[in-house]
Protein backbone atom coordinates (compact mmCIF):
# COMPACT_ATOMS: atom_id res chain seq x y z
CA UNK A 1 0.00 0.00 0.00
CA UNK A 2 1.36 3.69 -0.66
CA UNK A 3 2.36 5.25 2.51
CA UNK A 4 0.06 8.09 3.46
CA UNK A 5 1.52 11.62 4.26
CA UNK A 6 0.98 12.94 8.03
CA UNK A 7 1.55 16.56 6.48
CA UNK A 8 1.54 17.93 3.12
CA UNK A 9 2.51 22.12 3.22
CA UNK A 10 6.09 22.65 3.17
CA UNK A 11 7.60 23.94 6.32
CA UNK A 12 9.50 26.99 7.41
CA UNK A 13 13.37 26.02 7.76
CA UNK A 14 14.73 25.96 10.96
CA UNK A 15 16.55 29.10 12.89
CA UNK A 16 19.92 29.07 11.96
CA UNK A 17 22.11 28.03 14.31
CA UNK A 18 25.39 28.85 15.25
CA UNK A 19 27.83 27.37 13.25
CA UNK A 20 29.42 24.13 14.89
CA UNK A 21 32.94 23.66 16.10
CA UNK A 22 33.54 21.02 12.73
CA UNK A 23 32.16 23.85 10.28
CA UNK A 24 34.91 26.46 11.77
CA UNK A 25 37.89 23.83 11.79
CA UNK A 26 36.80 22.27 8.36
CA UNK A 27 37.33 26.06 7.23
CA UNK A 28 41.24 26.56 8.56
CA UNK A 29 41.49 23.14 7.20
CA UNK A 30 40.66 23.85 3.43
CA UNK A 31 41.42 27.72 3.21
CA UNK A 32 44.05 27.86 5.46
CA UNK A 33 41.71 30.45 8.02
CA UNK A 34 42.73 30.26 11.26
CA UNK A 35 39.56 30.13 13.63
CA UNK A 36 40.67 33.22 15.09
CA UNK A 37 41.02 35.11 11.69
CA UNK A 38 37.76 33.58 11.33
CA UNK A 39 36.39 35.41 14.28
CA UNK A 40 37.69 38.81 13.26
CA UNK A 41 35.89 38.62 9.86
CA UNK A 42 33.06 38.18 11.06
CA UNK A 43 33.00 40.47 13.93
CA UNK A 44 34.15 42.98 11.24
CA UNK A 45 31.04 41.93 8.40
CA UNK A 46 28.43 42.29 10.92
CA UNK A 47 29.45 46.17 11.96
CA UNK A 48 30.19 47.43 8.23
CA UNK A 49 27.45 48.17 5.77
CA UNK A 50 26.38 44.48 5.26
CA UNK A 51 25.79 43.83 8.55
CA UNK A 52 25.99 40.07 8.17
CA UNK A 53 25.56 37.08 10.84
CA UNK A 54 27.48 34.64 11.74
CA UNK A 55 25.68 31.84 9.45
CA UNK A 56 25.52 34.27 6.30
CA UNK A 57 29.48 34.79 6.47
CA UNK A 58 29.59 30.83 6.07
CA UNK A 59 26.52 30.32 3.82
CA UNK A 60 28.21 33.23 1.70
CA UNK A 61 32.03 32.25 1.74
CA UNK A 62 33.42 34.88 2.59
CA UNK A 63 36.02 32.73 4.96
CA UNK A 64 37.60 32.49 1.39
CA UNK A 65 40.46 34.37 1.06
CA UNK A 66 40.78 34.51 -2.79
CA UNK A 67 38.05 37.43 -2.32
CA UNK A 68 39.56 40.95 -0.88
CA UNK A 69 38.30 43.20 2.12
CA UNK A 70 36.16 45.36 -0.34
CA UNK A 71 34.64 42.19 -2.22
CA UNK A 72 33.77 40.75 0.97
CA UNK A 73 32.36 43.95 2.04
CA UNK A 74 29.93 44.30 -1.00
CA UNK A 75 27.89 41.53 0.50
CA UNK A 76 24.97 41.96 2.59
CA UNK A 77 22.88 40.27 5.04
CA UNK A 78 19.39 39.90 5.82
CA UNK A 79 18.81 42.84 7.37
CA UNK A 80 20.91 44.82 5.49
CA UNK A 81 18.98 43.52 2.24
CA UNK A 82 15.93 44.81 3.78
CA UNK A 83 17.33 48.46 4.44
CA UNK A 84 18.56 48.58 0.84
CA UNK A 85 15.50 47.99 -0.33
CA UNK A 86 13.97 50.20 1.91
CA UNK A 87 16.50 53.21 0.57
CA UNK A 88 15.18 52.57 -2.83
CA UNK A 89 11.47 52.37 -1.92
CA UNK A 90 10.69 54.31 1.28
CA UNK A 91 7.74 53.19 3.41
CA UNK A 92 6.54 57.04 3.15
CA UNK A 93 6.16 56.56 -0.50
CA UNK A 94 5.26 53.39 -1.34
CA UNK A 95 1.47 53.39 -0.11
CA UNK A 96 0.44 50.79 -1.94
CA UNK A 97 2.94 47.74 0.22
CA UNK A 98 0.04 46.16 1.49
CA UNK A 99 -2.14 45.52 -2.12
CA UNK A 100 1.32 44.78 -3.41
CA UNK A 101 1.99 42.14 -1.07
CA UNK A 102 -1.45 40.64 -1.14
CA UNK A 103 -1.33 37.76 -3.79
CA UNK A 104 -5.29 37.69 -4.07
CA UNK A 105 -5.37 41.30 -5.01
CA UNK A 106 -1.86 41.73 -6.93
CA UNK A 107 -3.01 38.55 -9.03
CA UNK A 108 -6.33 39.55 -9.59
CA UNK A 109 -5.14 43.53 -10.60
CA UNK A 110 -2.81 42.03 -13.21
CA UNK A 111 -5.33 40.01 -14.89
CA UNK A 112 -7.60 42.60 -15.43
CA UNK A 113 -4.82 45.08 -16.91
CA UNK A 114 -4.39 42.31 -19.29
CA UNK A 115 -0.54 40.15 -17.94
CA UNK A 116 -0.80 36.48 -18.15
CA UNK A 117 -1.12 35.02 -14.80
CA UNK A 118 -1.84 32.27 -12.98
CA UNK A 119 -5.83 31.77 -11.86
CA UNK A 120 -6.99 32.01 -8.06
CA UNK A 121 -9.64 28.67 -8.24
CA UNK A 122 -10.52 29.76 -4.60
CA UNK A 123 -9.29 31.69 -0.91
CA UNK A 124 -9.65 29.96 2.44
CA UNK A 125 -10.27 32.25 4.20
CA UNK A 126 -13.05 32.11 7.99
CA UNK A 127 -13.70 35.96 7.80
CA UNK A 128 -13.01 37.51 4.35
CA UNK A 129 -14.49 37.15 0.82
CA UNK A 130 -13.41 38.25 -2.57
CA UNK A 131 -15.95 39.34 -4.61
CA UNK A 132 -16.33 36.30 -7.38
CA UNK A 133 -13.94 34.34 -6.37
CA UNK A 134 -14.99 31.30 -3.84
CA UNK A 135 -14.17 32.05 -0.34
CA UNK A 136 -14.07 28.84 1.86
CA UNK A 137 -14.38 29.07 5.48
CA UNK A 138 -14.57 25.79 6.53
CA UNK A 139 -13.01 22.34 6.63
CA UNK A 140 -16.52 21.11 4.84
CA UNK A 141 -15.83 23.25 2.33
CA UNK A 142 -12.66 23.01 1.26
CA UNK A 143 -13.17 19.22 1.07
CA UNK A 144 -16.39 19.79 -1.17
CA UNK A 145 -14.74 22.42 -3.27
CA UNK A 146 -11.32 19.72 -3.96
CA UNK A 147 -13.81 16.77 -4.28
CA UNK A 148 -16.46 18.73 -7.02
CA UNK A 149 -15.43 21.60 -7.92
CA UNK A 150 -11.34 22.04 -7.82
CA UNK A 151 -9.96 22.18 -11.73
CA UNK A 152 -6.53 20.13 -11.13
CA UNK A 153 -3.55 20.80 -11.21
CA UNK A 154 -3.36 23.13 -8.24
CA UNK A 155 -0.95 25.09 -6.63
CA UNK A 156 -1.57 26.14 -2.81
CA UNK A 157 0.35 28.96 -0.82
CA UNK A 158 -0.34 31.11 2.09
CA UNK A 159 -2.20 35.03 1.59
CA UNK A 160 0.76 36.60 3.05
CA UNK A 161 3.58 34.59 3.42
CA UNK A 162 7.32 34.20 1.48
CA UNK A 163 9.06 31.73 0.92
CA UNK A 164 7.41 28.99 -0.08
CA UNK A 165 5.98 27.95 3.17
CA UNK A 166 3.16 26.72 3.81
CA UNK A 167 2.70 25.72 -0.25
CA UNK A 168 2.02 22.47 -1.95
CA UNK A 169 1.49 21.16 -5.66
CA UNK A 170 -1.98 18.65 -5.50
CA UNK A 171 -2.32 16.54 -8.63
CA UNK A 172 -5.55 15.10 -7.97
CA UNK A 173 -7.95 13.47 -5.74
CA UNK A 174 -8.10 9.18 -6.33
CA UNK A 175 -10.13 7.95 -3.40
CA UNK A 176 -10.12 10.03 -0.03
CA UNK A 177 -6.43 11.01 -0.88
CA UNK A 178 -5.39 14.07 -2.43
CA UNK A 179 -2.07 13.13 -4.74
CA UNK A 180 0.64 15.67 -4.47
CA UNK A 181 2.90 16.85 -7.34
CA UNK A 182 5.61 15.29 -6.14
CA UNK A 183 4.20 11.64 -5.67
CA UNK A 184 3.55 11.90 -2.04
CA UNK A 185 -0.34 11.18 -0.34
CA UNK A 186 -2.53 12.62 2.16
CA UNK A 187 -5.93 11.66 3.51
CA UNK A 188 -7.69 14.75 2.13
CA UNK A 189 -9.36 15.12 5.76
CA UNK A 190 -5.82 15.45 7.09
CA UNK A 191 -4.81 18.05 4.62
CA UNK A 192 -7.84 19.97 5.01
CA UNK A 193 -7.77 20.62 8.34
CA UNK A 194 -3.57 21.13 7.76
CA UNK A 195 -4.81 24.24 5.35
CA UNK A 196 -7.33 25.66 8.59
CA UNK A 197 -5.26 25.24 11.23
CA UNK A 198 -2.61 26.78 9.50
CA UNK A 199 -3.73 29.38 7.54
CA UNK A 200 -7.37 29.56 7.67
CA UNK A 201 -7.06 33.02 8.01
CA UNK A 202 -5.94 33.19 3.95
CA UNK A 203 -4.65 30.35 1.53
CA UNK A 204 -4.76 30.93 -2.00
CA UNK A 205 -5.73 27.56 -3.97
CA UNK A 206 -4.36 28.73 -7.64
CA UNK A 207 -4.23 26.68 -11.43
CA UNK A 208 -0.97 25.09 -11.37
CA UNK A 209 0.50 26.35 -14.61
CA UNK A 210 2.32 24.27 -16.89
CA UNK A 211 6.31 25.09 -17.94
CA UNK A 212 7.61 25.41 -21.24
CA UNK A 213 8.66 22.47 -22.42
CA UNK A 214 11.87 22.96 -22.50
CA UNK A 215 12.41 23.62 -19.77
CA UNK A 216 11.02 20.95 -18.34
CA UNK A 217 13.07 18.70 -19.98
CA UNK A 218 15.87 20.01 -18.26
CA UNK A 219 14.67 20.42 -14.14
CA UNK A 220 11.14 18.81 -14.58
CA UNK A 221 7.85 19.66 -14.69
CA UNK A 222 7.50 21.79 -10.94
CA UNK A 223 7.53 25.33 -12.38
CA UNK A 224 11.19 27.05 -11.61
CA UNK A 225 10.61 30.90 -12.04
CA UNK A 226 12.98 33.13 -13.50
CA UNK A 227 13.64 36.02 -10.68
CA UNK A 228 13.79 39.27 -12.07
CA UNK A 229 14.56 42.56 -10.04
CA UNK A 230 13.89 45.34 -11.50
CA UNK A 231 14.89 48.98 -10.82
CA UNK A 232 13.19 52.96 -11.11
CA UNK A 233 15.24 55.30 -12.48
CA UNK A 234 13.68 58.61 -13.68
CA UNK A 235 10.58 57.01 -13.49
CA UNK A 236 11.67 53.93 -15.94
CA UNK A 237 12.12 50.87 -14.76
CA UNK A 238 14.63 48.66 -16.07
CA UNK A 239 16.29 44.66 -14.83
CA UNK A 240 19.24 44.72 -12.98
CA UNK A 241 19.48 41.42 -12.30
CA UNK A 242 17.90 37.84 -13.18
CA UNK A 243 18.00 34.17 -11.48
CA UNK A 244 16.53 30.47 -12.66
CA UNK A 245 15.30 29.31 -9.27
CA UNK A 246 15.93 25.68 -10.17
CA UNK A 247 13.82 23.10 -8.01
CA UNK A 248 15.27 20.33 -6.32
CA UNK A 249 14.24 17.34 -8.61
CA UNK A 250 12.24 16.37 -5.12
CA UNK A 251 10.99 19.37 -4.29
CA UNK A 252 7.00 20.93 -5.36
CA UNK A 253 8.71 24.37 -5.25
CA UNK A 254 11.73 26.24 -6.33
CA UNK A 255 13.03 28.01 -3.01
CA UNK A 256 16.94 27.92 -2.84
CA UNK A 257 16.42 27.49 0.85
CA UNK A 258 15.15 23.80 0.18
CA UNK A 259 17.52 20.88 -0.02
CA UNK A 260 18.66 20.18 -3.36
CA UNK A 261 17.58 23.33 -5.06
CA UNK A 262 19.71 25.09 -7.42
CA UNK A 263 19.66 28.81 -8.97
CA UNK A 264 21.78 30.14 -11.97
CA UNK A 265 22.42 33.74 -13.12
CA UNK A 266 20.92 34.99 -15.94
CA UNK A 267 21.99 37.51 -18.17
CA UNK A 268 19.82 40.37 -18.32
CA UNK A 269 20.93 41.12 -21.82
CA UNK A 270 20.14 38.05 -23.63
CA UNK A 271 18.57 35.83 -21.63
CA UNK A 272 21.71 33.16 -21.45
CA UNK A 273 21.64 30.90 -18.26
CA UNK A 274 25.20 31.32 -16.41
CA UNK A 275 26.66 28.65 -14.26
CA UNK A 276 24.15 26.52 -11.91
CA UNK A 277 24.78 26.74 -8.30
CA UNK A 278 23.62 24.32 -5.76
CA UNK A 279 24.12 24.43 -2.18
CA UNK A 280 25.82 26.91 0.33
CA UNK A 281 29.19 27.65 1.95
CA UNK A 282 31.42 24.40 2.35
CA UNK A 283 28.90 22.40 0.73
CA UNK A 284 28.49 24.78 -2.05
CA UNK A 285 29.42 23.69 -5.57
CA UNK A 286 28.90 24.71 -9.00
CA UNK A 287 27.12 22.08 -11.15
CA UNK A 288 26.87 21.74 -15.53
CA UNK A 289 24.29 19.26 -15.99
CA UNK A 290 20.98 18.86 -14.00
CA UNK A 291 21.71 15.97 -11.49
CA UNK A 292 18.16 13.64 -13.09
CA UNK A 293 18.18 14.95 -16.88
CA UNK A 294 21.75 15.00 -17.41
CA UNK A 295 20.97 18.03 -19.45
CA UNK A 296 23.48 21.17 -19.24
CA UNK A 297 22.47 24.41 -17.58
CA UNK A 298 25.05 26.97 -19.10
CA UNK A 299 24.40 28.61 -22.62
CA UNK A 300 20.87 27.31 -22.45
CA UNK A 301 18.30 30.21 -24.06
CA UNK A 302 15.39 31.10 -21.38
CA UNK A 303 12.38 31.53 -24.09
CA UNK A 304 10.93 34.41 -24.47
CA UNK A 305 13.79 36.47 -23.24
CA UNK A 306 12.63 39.73 -24.93
CA UNK A 307 8.87 39.61 -23.81
CA UNK A 308 10.03 38.83 -20.42
CA UNK A 309 12.28 41.95 -20.42
CA UNK A 310 8.67 44.06 -21.63
CA UNK A 311 6.53 42.50 -19.05
CA UNK A 312 8.43 42.83 -16.00
CA UNK A 313 9.30 46.67 -17.32
CA UNK A 314 5.08 47.27 -17.82
CA UNK A 315 4.73 45.82 -14.53
CA UNK A 316 6.83 47.62 -13.07
CA UNK A 317 5.68 50.53 -14.52
CA UNK A 318 2.16 50.31 -12.41
CA UNK A 319 3.82 51.07 -9.42
CA UNK A 320 6.21 53.81 -9.99
CA UNK A 321 6.64 54.46 -6.60
CA UNK A 322 9.06 51.47 -5.71
CA UNK A 323 12.58 51.81 -6.64
CA UNK A 324 12.95 48.12 -6.69
CA UNK A 325 10.56 45.02 -7.37
CA UNK A 326 11.70 41.54 -7.70
CA UNK A 327 8.90 39.30 -9.93
CA UNK A 328 8.75 35.77 -10.12
CA UNK A 329 7.66 34.78 -13.53
CA UNK A 330 6.78 31.41 -15.04
CA UNK A 331 7.95 30.42 -18.54
CA UNK A 332 4.92 28.61 -20.21
CA UNK A 333 3.94 27.73 -23.74
CA UNK A 334 2.46 30.32 -24.24
CA UNK A 335 4.86 32.95 -22.67
CA UNK A 336 5.96 34.28 -19.31
CA UNK A 337 3.55 34.50 -16.63
CA UNK A 338 3.59 36.74 -13.28
CA UNK A 339 3.72 34.95 -10.20
CA UNK A 340 4.72 37.25 -7.54
CA UNK A 341 5.63 40.61 -6.97
CA UNK A 342 8.28 40.98 -4.27
CA UNK A 343 8.68 44.74 -3.23
CA UNK A 344 10.98 43.47 -0.75
CA UNK A 345 13.64 41.00 -2.90
CA UNK A 346 15.96 38.94 -1.01
CA UNK A 347 19.33 39.98 -2.65
CA UNK A 348 21.20 36.97 -1.00
CA UNK A 349 19.99 34.86 -3.97
CA UNK A 350 22.37 37.15 -6.07
CA UNK A 351 24.82 36.40 -3.85
CA UNK A 352 24.37 32.33 -3.72
CA UNK A 353 24.11 32.51 -7.53
CA UNK A 354 27.00 34.99 -8.82
CA UNK A 355 29.34 34.65 -5.71
CA UNK A 356 29.44 38.44 -5.54
CA UNK A 357 27.95 41.05 -3.15
CA UNK A 358 25.11 42.64 -4.41
CA UNK A 359 26.72 46.24 -3.67
CA UNK A 360 29.35 45.94 -6.22
CA UNK A 361 30.98 48.65 -8.08
CA UNK A 362 28.34 48.21 -10.79
CA UNK A 363 25.29 48.57 -8.75
CA UNK A 364 26.01 50.97 -5.97
CA UNK A 365 25.62 53.71 -8.52
CA UNK A 366 22.35 52.30 -9.85
CA UNK A 367 20.98 52.28 -6.44
CA UNK A 368 22.51 55.34 -5.72
CA UNK A 369 20.25 57.42 -9.17
CA UNK A 370 17.02 54.87 -7.76
CA UNK A 371 17.43 56.16 -4.09
CA UNK A 372 17.99 59.91 -5.25
CA UNK A 373 15.12 59.62 -7.57
CA UNK A 374 12.68 58.16 -4.77
CA UNK A 375 13.84 61.38 -2.53
CA UNK A 376 12.88 63.29 -5.01
CA UNK A 377 9.40 61.50 -5.60
CA UNK A 378 9.16 61.67 -2.05
CA UNK A 379 9.73 65.49 -1.31
CA UNK A 380 7.32 66.20 -4.33
CA UNK A 381 4.55 63.94 -2.39
CA UNK A 382 5.15 65.71 0.54
CA UNK A 383 4.66 69.35 -0.68
CA UNK A 384 1.52 68.28 -2.67
CA UNK A 385 -0.10 67.01 0.80
CA UNK A 386 1.06 70.25 2.43
CA UNK A 387 -0.53 72.51 -0.47
CA UNK A 388 -3.65 70.42 -0.09
CA UNK A 389 -3.58 71.12 3.92
CA UNK A 390 -3.07 74.76 2.98
CA UNK A 391 -5.91 75.06 -0.05
CA UNK A 392 -8.06 72.99 2.76
CA UNK A 393 -7.27 75.44 5.22
CA UNK A 394 -7.99 78.92 3.20
CA UNK A 395 -11.14 76.79 2.00
CA UNK A 396 -12.53 76.59 5.71
CA UNK A 397 -11.53 80.05 6.36
CA UNK A 398 -14.76 81.36 4.54
Known amino acids: MTAIEPQALLAPPLKPQ ?4 SKIVEVARRYHVSPLRQLREMIALNLGPGRLDQHEYYDSGLYNPDLSREE ?12 LNRRLSPFQLTDMRPFVANKAMFTALIRQLGFRTTTTQAIVSSARRF ?28 EDFSGSYG ?9 QDVVLGDGRRIALDAFCNEILAGYGEGYLLQSALEQHQ ?10 GTIRVVTVRQDNVPEQLYALWKVPSPEAMS ?11 PVSVDKGVVGTCRIGAGLEAQDIERHPVSGLPFKGTQIPFWDEICRVTCEAHALFLEFGVIGWDVAITPEGPALIECNANPF ?5 NANGRGIRNPEF ?24 REKAMNRKGER
Do not use: C
Open 131 to 158: GNIPTLASEDELRRFLMDEADFPLFGKP
Open 254 to 264: DNFWQSGSMIA
Open 18 to 21: PAPA
Open 72 to 83: KRAFVGKVSSWK
Open 347 to 351: HTLYQ
Open 364 to 387: EPVFDRVAAFSERMLDEKKAAGRA
Open 214 to 223: MLSEIAGISI
Open 167 to 175: SARLDRIEG
